[in-house]
């Protein structure tokens, strides 16, 4: 069974930080490029940053570029979003997603609400 589980959400006020995790299993963790994307309400979901197998981090979207990073430690199947300098527009669900060039299959988490409000 593919699961993939999100934690780390939560009501924070401008210029927080959180730490996002989404916990992998069912599925050969270090062999899939990881990814985070956010939807607010009303927007369509956009992807905030990606990390390779390998831990090389690629499309860093401009918005978060410089306050957001993205890291994994395969040991733990882990993959982590850390969020400084949160802004009110920074509100959404987080969506962790998984990705692999050798399978069709893509999985998906549920998701963690990130409000950003004072």
């Known amino acids: 069974q593919v699961q993939l589980v999100e934690s780390g959400g939560g009501l924070v006020q401008p210029g927080g930080s959180l730490r996002l995790s989404c916990a992998a299993s069912?599925?050969?963790?270090?062999?899939?490029?990881m990814s985070w994307h956010r939807q607010a309400p009303g927007k369509e979901r956009e992807l905030v940053a990606a990390i390779t197998n390998t831990g090389i981090s690629r499309n860093t979207a401009d918005s978060v570029k410089g306050r957001f990073a993205i890291s994994r430690d395969n040991a733990k199947n882990t993959v982590y979003l850390q969020m400084n300098s949160l802004k009110p527009e920074d509100t959404a669900v987080y969506y962790c997603?998984?990705?692999?060039?050798?399978?069709?299959?893509?999985?998906w988490g549920l998701g963690t609400q990130v409000t950003v409000s004072s």
């Open positions: 997603k998984a990705s692999s060039r050798y399978s069709d299959q893509i999985y």
């Open positions: 069912g599925f050969t963790f270090n062999m899939y490029t």
